[in-house]
């Protein structure tokens, strides 16, 4: 079965280090979400992109957070530099949806772990 | 604001019996809710839907109830198994222009079945 893959698994970094993170989406799927889960909150997203093209970023936090999708396969999402307030779980979810319309069902991969010292 | 608001974090039940979690949303324009589980360490996995042209979904175990009027849904579980012990997210779509759905999620309910 298909799979959204996230690497790495867990990353521990000191404050004002940079940080990336990969996502290989499930073949085929055109819309690629970047989450972004704080300790016993839900998902929120940060960054939506449809083929290599950013159709939201309004949650982004543009001046240390950057995301690419370059060829519209893959995806990095990076922070520079990261802070104490960014230790969360980076989700990475995908979907066959183009456009607008029905409900396809985004699946997520396992997340990366961030923690911040 | 929190648009969907799930206001149980935890709930233990035993195994056998129903788990009935909530979720309540003040967004009148969402027109699509889900249910994803996720156990640690894992992202989430998706459970069931429903469109808000329906009030009920069941699929197994599984049955999900929407009560537009109330800006209310429910995931009843029926038996509990242990296995289902896991974080639920209840969350919410509408439709938006030129692009794909988001999901906007509730801060989910922790499930506890005791054998």
């Known amino acids: 079965e298909a799979e959204v893959a996230q690497s790495p698994r867990y990353k521990i970094t000191e404050k004002s280090q940079a940080v990336a993170f990969w996502c290989d989406p499930i073949?085929?799927?055109?819309?690629l979400y970047w989450y972004r889960q704080i300790l016993g909150q839900g998902p929120e997203l940060l960054v939506q992109?449809?083929?290599?093209?950013?159709?939201?970023d309004s949650q982004l936090p543009k001046d240390r957070f950057s995301a690419e999708r370059l060829k519209g396969v893959d995806s990095t999402l990076k922070i520079q530099p990261a802070e104490l307030g960014d230790s969360a779980m980076y989700l990475c979810?995908?979907?066959?949806?183009f456009g607008r319309g029905l409900w396809e069902t985004q699946y997520f991969g396992p997340g990366t772990r961030l923690l911040v010292l | 604001d929190q648009q969907v608001k799930q206001n149980s974090p935890s709930l233990s039940v035993q195994e056998g019996r129903i788990s009935i979690l909530n979720c309540d949303y003040t967004?009148?324009?969402?027109?699509?809710f889900l249910w994803y589980k996720k156990y640690p360490a894992e992202g989430p996995t998706f459970l069931i839907s429903?469109?808000?042209?329906?009030d009920k979904n069941e699929d197994g175990r599984f049955t999900v109830f929407l009560n537009k009027s109330a800006k209310h849904l429910s995931l009843h579980i029926v038996p509990s198994q242990p296995g289902d012990s896991a974080v639920y997210f209840c969350?919410?779509?509408?439709?938006?222009?030129?692009?794909?759905?988001?999901?906007?999620f509730g801060s989910g309910t922790q499930l506890t079945v005791l054998p």
């Open positions: 979810a995908s979907s066959s949806a």
């Open positions: 073949s085929g799927h055109a819309t």
């Open positions: 967004n009148s324009m969402f027109d699509y």
């Open positions: 429903i469109s808000s042209i329906k």
């Open positions: 969350a919410a779509s509408e439709q938006r222009a030129g692009s794909a759905r988001q999901l906007t």
């Open positions: 992109f449809q083929d290599e093209s950013v159709v939201d």
